[in-house]
C-alpha cells in the first residue's frame, strides 16, 4: 500500500541556513492516543514547539512502529507485556529492530531544497543517513525527556542500549 508522508513547513524558510528538521515516524499509540509506552508523542510535540519558535520543517514519515506497521506492532506489544523490551519483540516477530529507511525523507528535503539541516533527533542512524544522501547534518538538537515516566524508561533504556540512541545527555552535563 502507498502511504503518503507530510512534510509541514513552519515559518518563512527563506534565506534560512541550517534549517531545523525533525523526521518524526508516525506512532499511532504515542503520537495520537497518548500511549506511555514511548516517547513518540512527547518528541512529536516538543519538536512542534520548537519548529514554531525557530521556524523549520516536519517531516512526518508513514512508517508505523520502526516500519513494521501497526498491525505487527501490536503483536510487539504483546510480547512486550510477556517481558520482552522493544527490539527482542521486533526481532521475535521476524524484522530488523529498526526497519525504517530515510531515503523518502532525503527526497523530500532535496525537492524542498534543503541542503544543510539542523536534526532534532537522538538517532545516529538517522545523521548517518542523511549525512550519505547528501544532506549535510550541521548540529544534532537533542531530544531528550527530562523526566520520562517509569513505563517510558525501560524503553529509553533499550533504545540507548541496543539501537545506540543518545539519551543521557544530561546525565553527562550534570
Avoid at 524508561?153 to 545506540?164: A, C, Q
Wanted: proline share 2%.
Amino acid at each position: 500500500s502507498h502511504l503518503e508522508h507530510v512534510a509541514m513547513v513552519y515559518g518563512d524558510l527563506e534565506g534560512m541556513v541550517d534549517i531545523p528538521v525533525r523526521i518524526h515516524s508516525e506512532c499511532l499509540t504515542g503520537d495520537v492516543l497518548g500511549s506511555q509506552r514511548c516517547d513518540c508523542g512527547w518528541q512529536l510535540s516538543t519538536a512542534q514547539e520548537y519548529l514554531t519558535q525557530h521556524g523549520g520543517v516536519l517531516l512526518y514519515l508513514r512508517q508505523e512502529g520502526r516500519g513494521i506497521g501497526l498491525g505487527e506492532k501490536m503483536k510487539a506489544y504483546g510480547l512486550q507485556d510477556k517481558g520482552m523490551d522493544t527490539v527482542e519483540a521486533n526481532q521475535h516477530l521476524g524484522f530488523a529492530a529498526d526497519a525504517r529507511n530515510y531515503a523518502i525523507a532525503i527526497q523530500i528535503l532535496r525537492d524542498l531544497g534543503i541542503k544543510n539541516v539542523k536534526l532534532l533527533t537522538n538517532n545516529p542512524h538517522k545523521i548517518s543517513q542523511l549525512n550519505n544522501g547528501g544532506i549535510k547534518v550541521v548540529e544534532r538538537v537533542p531530544m531528550q525527556m527530562t523526566e520520562p515516566g517509569q513505563h517510558v524508561r525501560g524503553y529509553l533504556s533499550t533504545k540507548m542500549n541496543k539501537l545506540g540512541h543518545w539519551l543521557n545527555d544530561h546525565e553527562k552535563e550534570g
